[in-house]
């Protein structure tokens, strides 16, 4: 069986117990994972039950190793993991937020294994050959140029071969400092203007459209973050009439009352049938997003939503775009209540949601 592939990197991810702040924790004790958007999207696609492969640039060292070997335990394929005698780990430093309290992630990358590894150390042609999907962001290519290429020569390969490819665009506004003298957003909407031809699937928040590719609505939205729907389908035809390549365009739409409350949904519009849908939904079929007044770790949640979208869209009977974006949307509203990067929730607990039907009582 073909596997859902995906490529970036994958990091150490240190996190500050609980809602303690980084001068309150170090030195001292912390919490550590591997964690990355990538590898959180096929992690969670591994733990739904689908074939997956995860392509990388590691250290050739014991931290290395414990990453392979975490990996391995969810049965993600490794063997096209490159490991390297230089490079290193990259780091991210994680101090969540709460209530009127925003997080902060300080990274710590540069030099890393991914960063320095070329393009031609994959063999994308091989690599891609067993494969039934690509999935991308737009974080990898923000790391280096040699990073960027290496992702540009995936999207390349998978659309040469005919695979799909997702892009969970995922700006990084403290990324995308490798070219003296370019503003961030004008060097990520140079690559990602670069890559974007040769994906199928785009996904992102409304800011992501905005800031990395200057696409904004014609007509002013709502005050504030609300979402607004009208506006949100008007970015998603100017990103068609763009990259008329694209099949769909997901949009989360996230709206943040404090750090520790959000509203929470999504949105997608299928290029083909020019429909768009949203989700969740009311009994009138109005837009009634997830409260969420309690979030436990909010890393990780739009890489949840991408997963539930590509495991929806290669799982026969749930391929329908509404299906998908419902299944998608609950499965990220799930991962608020997850510690950690990646999504936890099962497909039973995901699709009670998505139906209306979850239950909060525990089960004994």
């Known amino acids: 069986m073909k596997s859902i592939v995906a490529f970036g990197e994958i990091m150490g991810r240190v996190a500050m117990p609980g809602y303690r702040r980084f001068s309150q924790s170090l030195p001292g004790t912390i919490e550590f994972d591997f964690a990355g958007a990538e590898a959180n999207a096929i992690r969670s696609l591994a733990d739904l039950g ?3 492969s995860f392509v990388t640039a590691l250290p050739a060292n014991e931290l290395g190793d414990a990453c392979v070997a975490s990996l391995r335990s ?15 780990l990259g780091l991210y430093f994680l101090e969540k937020g709460a209530a009127q309290r925003a997080g902060t992630v300080v990274y710590d990358r540069e030099g890393s294994s991914v960063a320095t590894t070329p393009a031609e150390a994959y063999g994308w042609s091989e690599i891609l050959a067993n494969a039934s999907w690509l999935h991308l962001t737009g974080i990898t290519p923000a790391l280096s140029q040699t990073a960027a290429n290496a992702n540009l020569a995936a999207a390349r390969t998978a659309h040469a071969l005919g695979i799909p490819v997702s892009c969970d665009m995922n700006f990084r506004s403290k990324l995308w400092r490798w070219e003296p003298g370019t503003a961030p957003r004008d060097l990520a909407n140079r690559q990602m203007r670069e890559l974007l031809p040769f994906a199928t699937h785009f996904i992102g928040g409304r800011e992501d459209a905005a800031e990395m590719m200057g696409i904004r609505p014609r007509t002013p ?12 389908l008007d970015v998603a035809h100017q990103l068609h009439d763009t990259f008329p390549n694209l099949r769909q365009v997901a949009i989360t739409l996230r709206q943040t009352i404090t750090a520790s409350h959000h509203l ?10 020019r429909q768009a ?18 979030i436990v770790d909010r890393v990780g949640t739009g890489d949840a939503f991408s997963a539930g979208l590509i495991f929806c ?8 775009p509404e299906t998908a974006l419902r299944f998608a949307t609950a499965a ?4 608020h209540s997850v510690e950690g990067d990646a999504n936890r929730a099962t497909r ?10 979850g239950t909060f009582r525990v089960r004994r």
Request: glycine fraction near 10%.
């Open 221 to 232: 939205p709502s005050a504030g973050d609300a979402p607004d729907l009208a506006a949100t």
């Open 74 to 88: 969810h049965g993600i394929d490794t063997r096209s993991i490159v490991r390297t005698a230089g490079g290193r």
């Open 264 to 273: 929470w949904g999504g949105f997608l519009y299928d290029t083909a049938s």
């Open 348 to 357: 039973a607990e995901i699709e009670a949601l998505m139906s209306g039907a």
């Open 313 to 320: 869209l290669n799982t026969p009977g749930m391929e329908s």
């Open 277 to 294: 849908f949203h989700a969740p939904s009311a009994p009138d079929a109005s837009f009634a997003p997830y409260p969420i007044t309690h």
């Open 50 to 52: 689908l074939p997956t």
């Open 332 to 335: 990220s509203c799930l991962a």
